[in-house]
């Protein structure tokens, strides 16, 4: 692999203008396409085989009337009771009636149907849609826009009407999903630019790695919403995909530049520098390329589809980070030629504190190893205060009328008037369905956690009962989803009972909290099937059994941290108002999958590309102590950068991110940030140190099975290094060209 990657760099290098103007041209086609197919992005986040699914589709067959959205209208009054205001409610109720697309609309002054607060002062509508305005699931319907627009068009001249009545709409008819990307994400990228200045000391060495990111960022992007028209896509996947893919686009980048730059400080000319990089730290980029996107590809794994097709459409944009890396970079060093060359004070600067950093951590690797395991596992202990959940619009930011109208109904009445619960049965006794309807639902109303039965009634034709239950608490908490458990134990004595069948919990909050069971059992499944990658993974690259179970335990102790860290701000409210937090409690329900997919590829990086040095050094010199400390020295000027880049990339997703991507940004942030300065640069050199020739030690059945793995292009060097031999002795530098690159194209194409 890295003879074909030195010949692509160096045709890369040599063919700059032509290579970028073929990226900037696949990305114009990419703007054409998305501009004519739109933004079809998805709130859902359905699993196919759940119960509560499978109840929405009985309402949606068999009573369509209730299969759709429903929202809440919260009427309120300063000054008096509700009831003066009674013709106003009256004439919205009545109008709301006829919107096509809209099947039902309570009456909260009715006697039978009262929804009147007990202090007087608050009425609630309930406005039932059809399946022309979406399910309970997310998805939006056709007519949702219209529907909300006449909706805010009746509540705005309620208002304007009535100036003493206060009116306000949850907004989940016609929520759109839509690319949540703001201003606050260029952070990242600035402080990218400031490390890349420092390390490189030019603005335009700087501005390199940020271009090729970009080029990759956006040609992911723009695949993924044009994917999006054919395929369901959630709304979050392109954010998630932005924030990987400008991390590991500037990080991949930034190691081939770096090799390039040792080069050319040994005398290559533009095009040589750039080949060799893209043939020795272009083949690690690759492998730790591969690390990453086996991770994402590995939350099929979990066998939940969204979550699946989030993963493959992270994966895709870090491939396609990797392909801009090896193409679009040396390109861009082709077009820096000389002016890339770096200062030699500057670098013995730089190499000194590197060096004096190991020598500290490995004279004293127990100390160095006690103080890094009491630092990660304090910080991991707020994990105890992780719970996690779907979220619903009392997470949404404080301002806004989803928001507004969830406190306010919670306010007034309870959480759980924002979380009902649906229940539909078969009826087998048709003789008085609706007298069965009522029966059913009092039975149900007599379980612990049920505030009330809003609503008992058969459908049209007298098969299916329709319940609708208020819970006393929200959608996120225990006693809700204890109330849902509770009802499905006692579905079977309902069944004998009243003589139904098919007794199912559904409903946005059941959905909700069944996509959160399925989501905790496959943590563990996949979280086995990551550190067993791990090991096997590590095992093949750096041929030893303790770097591979260093490596992982590594990975276990940074996960650690930055789940501690999701737990600190989430649980004990630590921080929460200066990170914007706008609700605490429990996270997203697939943020842990999420955070340890990306985090075990992202890990997996800067051990390639941190201890790989030390590999080659201990091949080379065969003295482990040595080894790891020029290995270190000679890595760790572009890991700290990259850390740097990539802490500052996830910490800018964290101010303005939304409900879902904060936490995620949260445990990513942190645990990068202990993954490359606390495990990588410190803890592992000291395990290392410890273990002496001991930590490249493999039996040599095992060596001898494994297959060969070459990601730092040893042989590459080898063969290229003969270039330089033939030079020396005085043959001229195009015949030593030629046997160089002869030799280079008879190496074996895995390098």
């Not at 030893?544 to 335990?553: D, E, K, Q, W, Y």
């Amino acid at each position: 692999m890295s003879s074909l990657l030195h010949r692509l760099g160096r045709f890369c290098a040599t063919h700059a203008k032509r290579v970028l103007a073929a990226w900037l041209l696949l990305i114009a086609l990419l703007v054409v396409a998305v501009s004519q197919t739109g933004i079809n992005l998805s709130d859902q986040n359905t699993i196919n085989g759940l119960e509560s699914i499978g109840g929405l589709e009985v309402l949606s067959e068999r009573l369509p009337q209730a299969s759709g959205v429903s929202e809440s209208v919260l009427f309120s009054t300063k000054t008096g009771t509700i009831e003066t205001h009674k013709a106003a409610i009256e004439n919205f109720v009545n109008d709301a009636k006829k919107i096509d697309g809209i099947t039902n609309v309570s009456d909260p002054l009715n006697p039978m149907t009262s929804s009147v607060s007990r202090d007087g002062k608050h009425a609630l509508v309930a406005v039932q849609t059809d399946e022309s305005a979406g399910d309970a699931t997310g998805k939006v319907g056709p007519k949702a826009t219209v529907i909300s627009d006449k909706l805010n068009s009746l509540v705005n001249k309620t208002r304007a009407d009535n100036t003493g009545l206060s009116v306000q709409r949850s907004d989940v008819i016609g929520h759109q999903a839509d690319i949540g990307l703001s201003t606050t994400e260029i952070i990242g990228v600035v402080i990218a630019a400031i490390v890349l200045l420092v390390t490189f000391g030019s603005l335009l060495a700087a501005g390199s790695p940020i271009i090729s990111a970009m080029i990759g960022v956006a040609t992911g992007l723009l695949g993924i919403v044009l994917a999006a028209s054919a395929v369901e896509i959630s709304s979050m996947t392109p954010v998630l995909a932005v924030m990987i893919g400008l991390a590991v686009g500037i990080d991949y980048a930034l190691f081939i530049m770096s090799r390039a730059r040792e080069y050319l400080a040994k005398g290559l000319d533009p095009a040589s520098a750039a080949a060799r990089a893209t043939g020795t730290a272009g083949s690690a980029v690759v492998f730790a390329g591969g690390t990453v996107i086996i991770a994402l590809c590995g939350l099929a794994v979990t066998g939940l589809q969204f979550l699946a097709i989030m993963g493959v459409a992270s994966a895709a944009v870090v491939a396609m980070a990797v392909i801009v890396a090896i193409t679009a970079v040396p390109a861009l060093l082709g077009l820096l030629g000389h002016r890339f060359v770096p200062k030699q004070r500057k670098k013995a600067r730089e190499s000194r504190i590197a060096r004096n950093w190991v020598r500290t951590v490995m004279r004293r690797p127990i100390l160095t190893i006690g103080v890094v395991l009491g630092i990660l596992g304090i910080s991991a202990v707020p994990i105890a205060q992780l719970t996690t959940s779907l979220t619903d619009n009392g997470q949404e930011a404080k301002g806004t009328a989803a928001r507004d109208t969830y406190d306010a109904i919670a306010k007034a009445y309870g959480e759980g008037y924002n979380a009902p619960i649906l229940v539909v049965a078969d009826t087998v006794q048709k003789q008085n369905p609706i007298e069965l309807a009522k029966s059913l639902g009092g039975r149900i109303g007599q379980l612990g956690g049920v505030e009330r039965v809003a609503l008992a009634t058969p459908n049209q034709d007298g098969s299916l009962t329709f319940i609708q239950i208020i819970p006393k608490g929200g959608q996120s908490s225990k006693a809700t989803t204890n109330l849902v458990k509770d009802i499905r134990n006692l579905a079977p004595s309902l069944e004998r009972q009243y003589g139904v069948d098919n007794v199912m919990v559904t409903g946005k909050t059941a959905v909700a909290i069944d996509i959160s069971d399925r989501l905790g059992d496959a943590l563990v499944p996949f979280g086995i099937v990551i550190v067993g990658l791990s090991l096997i993974i590590l095992l093949i690259v750096f041929r030893s059994i303790a770097v591979p179970l260093t490596a992982t335990f590594g990975f276990l102790l940074s996960l650690a941290a930055g789940m501690g860290a999701v737990g600190a701000i989430y649980g004990y409210g630590w921080f929460a108002d200066i990170l914007n937090v706008t609700k605490t409690g429990p996270v997203i329900s697939f943020m842990p999958i999420l955070v340890i997919g990306i985090l075990f590829g992202l890990a997996m990086d800067y051990q390639v590309f941190l201890v790989s040095r030390m590999r080659e050094e201990w091949v080379h010199r065969g003295n482990a102590r040595q080894a790891i400390e020029e290995g270190f020295v000679g890595s760790a000027k572009v890991v700290m950068a990259a850390a740097i880049i990539m802490t500052g990339v996830f910490a800018a997703f964290i101010p303005n991110g939304s409900v879902q991507i904060k936490p995620i940004a949260i445990g990513l942030t942190a645990g990068i940030a202990a993954d490359a300065f606390l495990v990588r640069m410190t803890l592992i050199p000291a395990i290392m140190a410890l273990l002496g020739k001991k930590a490249w030690w493999m039996p040599r059945w095992l060596d001898a099975i494994l297959p060969k793995v070459d990601i730092e292009g040893e042989k590459l060097t080898r063969a290229l290094e003969g270039e330089n031999n033939a030079k020396t002795k005085g043959t001229s530098a195009s015949k030593a060209d030629e046997a160089s690159q002869e030799l280079v194209d008879s190496l074996p194409s895995k390098g």
